[in-house]
Every structure is written in C-alpha cells, then in structure tokens.
C-alpha cells in the first residue's frame, strides 16, 4: 500500500516529458489566459491541473492588470469591449457583448474581480457575469428583489468556497415599502447570488449605523455612487449619508461586505468641506490601489485628492496619497469652471482624467508623476480595471 502511494505521488510530481510539476506549474503560470486557454488542449494532465483553484489564483496573481473599455454602439453596430493594456492602453483583444442585441445600448458595470465581470442591463433588467477572455458568460436568474435601477449591485470572489457571489442592495425594505435609494437602511432587502449554486437567496440590510451618535431612524443614505469595488476579499460601495435634509451637510462612509462571512460594515472615510457642504457629490469614486482602499475626489477649482487606507479597516490610517491641480496639470486654459475632470483612478496608480473641451482622455502616472498618453474619448463612455484569468462560469 506505502509503494502504491510513492508511487502515485511520483507520478504526481511529473506531467509532461520528465518535467517536474514545481517546473510546470512555474512555467504556465506566467502565460496570458489565451495562451493557458489553449494548453488544456496539451493533456488530462495539463487540464486537471490547469482548472484546479490554486494554479487558477497562482496564474491570477502573476498577471499585469489591464482596463477594460466599454465602447458605446456607433450607428447599427453593436457595443464592444476592449481590454487595454494598462501603462500605454494599446488595445490587446476586443469583444462583442454575446448577451445584447445590435440595437441595445451597452450595459453598466456592477464591478469586476479575477478576471469576470458583472454587468446589468436597465433594459431588460438583467444582470451577467462574463469572463471576455474566454468568453464565456452567465445570465444571472431573477432576484426576489426589485428591479435593478433601484438598487445597488456588487460583484465579489468567495476564496473559501471558490465561488462567485452578486449582492443586490435594494431600497425595498421589509414591509415592501419604496424608500428614496435608501438601500443601506436597516431592514431593507438584500439578495445574494451564488454562481455555484446558481441561485439567489435573501437577508435583511443590518443597522450598519449602529455605533454613529445620532439617532439611527432618521438616517437617511442620499445615493451610493459608482460601481463596486474589491479590497481584501469585500465589496465596497461609496454613499453618501446623513440625518438632516435632502443633501445638507452629508456625510460620505463606504460599506464593505464580506464574501466568505456575508456580513456587512461601515467603514469611516476621510471627510471633505466640498462634501460636507453638499457640493461636488458625482465627482468621488472608490478604487483598489495596489490592494489598499483608496478613493479619490475632485473640488471646485479642479484639485484632485486621492486617499489610501493604508491598514484595511482602520479609519485612523487613511492618508492623502497626492493632491494635484488639474489646472497647472493639463494647461493654463482650464479654468475654474472646465468640464474637465477625474474620471477614474487605477490599480496601478494611473488617474485617468477627461477633458471635455477635447476628444481625448489623459492618464497622469502618480508615481513619476507625468502625463503618460492620451487616448481619443470618442465612443468610450465607461471603463474598469481588470485583470485577466481563466475563471470558468459554465461547471
């Protein structure tokens, strides 16, 4: 039995020609997901080993981040979505939605990790995961909640179960009742999609703001703003929150929700006079930062500030990364009241701006500090970091 065992566990340690599986696993795991798509073609061997969850994160670990582009339908052609390189935004593949019809508008990011996107269509009310790179996809079945304009949705990798969860956050609370986008209220309705299990089941938003001085019946959550974002194993939204009236005096906070334990969190942000004053609230956005929460905003005289969480979870470690002025930045003709403004910023430290007196966008590196490229704006009207994988969502 002992010799039977060694000798499985030999074989275990070779795939191919004599190749030890240390040597292999190293090799294939620096391959493009295109390329690592085609070597399951090789052997059992190479595809058992291929699809298992560790090589898959090994493999999802050493890949460069990308962005993805989602271009808008130009005349009768359908949408497409570009994957662009991060540093230079050369495009390295594009793709046809196989969910949307010639004569649909695109549909809108819920958010992305290791390499699926989560994308929901306000026209049909329909929500997907796609993994572009191997093109595969799955409509989403319909939620117990309401329809997704009037609700928050996030996209997030269970590592413990290995499996993909969409959380959809509504403003419905327990007794049916319509709030005004108060989805992170206690007692609202939340849903919680399991790709694995291919189903959806339901549990109630808790007092996430339990620990705030104020009463928490009068809390009113005025809207949460961009799509989702994954730090350290949570989805996070960015919303703004407060007990007074309709945007007086707000204040801005981020609920995390954890995909192993289900539970959800306010987490405290940095506080801004443009944002306490009710000012300026669409122009701040979350972002992952080489694994740390940050978000960044933009005043009213173009001054961009971005802010790292540089211990997760701790709100007394949040510190001003950088501040720049777009105005010094770009040239002398962007006054105080341009269109110009951030649009995005990304994981490799690329704040991503546009400038709506020209056709192109511009990305300053925040580390060497330099505008790096610019790239026409035409046709683009929403974009996402990503990083690409082999993450199958057919079983």
Not at 78 to 89: G, H, K, Q, R, W
Not at 169 to 177: A, G, H, I, P, T
Not at 287 to 300: K, Q, R, V, Y
Request: hydrophobic letters at 35%.
């Amino acid at each position: 039995m002992a010799s039977k065992f060694k000798k499985e566990e030999e074989e275990k340690r070779v795939l191919y020609n004599n190749i030890p599986c240390d040597f292999v696993e190293d090799i294939l795991s620096r391959l493009d997901a295109k390329s690592l798509k085609r070597c399951e073609c090789v052997s059992k061997t190479w595809l058992s080993l291929l699809q298992t969850p560790y090589f898959i994160n090994l493999h999802l670990r050493r890949q460069l981040p990308r962005v993805v582009f989602l271009h808008k339908r130009v005349r009768r052609f359908a949408p497409t979505l570009s994957i662009c390189d991060c540093e230079n935004f050369a495009e390295i593949s594009s793709h046809k939605f196989p969910f949307i019809e010639i004569d649909c508008r695109p549909p809108s990011f819920m958010g992305s990790d290791n390499g699926v996107l989560g994308l929901f269509d306000l026209d049909n009310s329909s929500a997907y995961l796609w993994n572009p790179t191997i093109n595969e996809f799955k409509e989403l079945p319909p939620s117990p909640q309401c329809r997704h304009k009037n609700s928050a949705l996030g996209l997030g990798y269970d590592p413990l179960t290995t499996d993909f969860k969409v959380v959809k956050v509504s403003s419905r609370d327990k007794d049916r009742v319509f709030g005004s986008r108060n989805g992170f209220k206690e007692g609202c309705q939340v849903g919680i999609y399991s790709l694995r299990s291919n189903s959806w089941k339901a549990m109630l938003m808790p007092n996430i703001f339990s620990e705030l001085e104020s009463s928490t019946s009068i809390i009113t959550v005025y809207t949460s703003l961009g799509c989702s974002i994954v730090v350290n194993e949570c989805i996070h939204w960015i919303i703004l929150y407060g007990n007074t009236t309709y945007y007086h005096q707000p204040s801005l906070g981020i609920v995390a929700f954890d995909t192993s334990l289900e539970k959800f969190k306010l987490i405290e942000s940095p506080q801004f006079p443009h944002i306490e004053n009710g000012s300026n609230i669409r122009k701040l956005k979350l972002a992952n930062f080489s694994g740390c929460l940050s978000l960044f905003t933009l005043d009213e005289v173009t001054v961009v500030e971005i802010w790292v969480m540089k211990k997760y979870g701790d709100s007394d470690s949040w510190f001003k990364y950088l501040s720049v002025n777009l105005s010094n930045l770009l040239s002398s003709g962007v006054g105080q009241h341009s269109d110009c403004f951030g649009v995005d910023f990304l994981s490799n430290g690329i704040l991503v701006i546009s400038w709506t007196e020209t056709d192109y966008w511009f990305w300053y590196d925040t580390k060497s500090k330099r505008l790096v490229n610019t790239l026409p704006r035409s046709g683009m009207p929403d974009f996402i970091s990503y990083i690409e994988s082999t993450y199958k969502l057919k079983a």
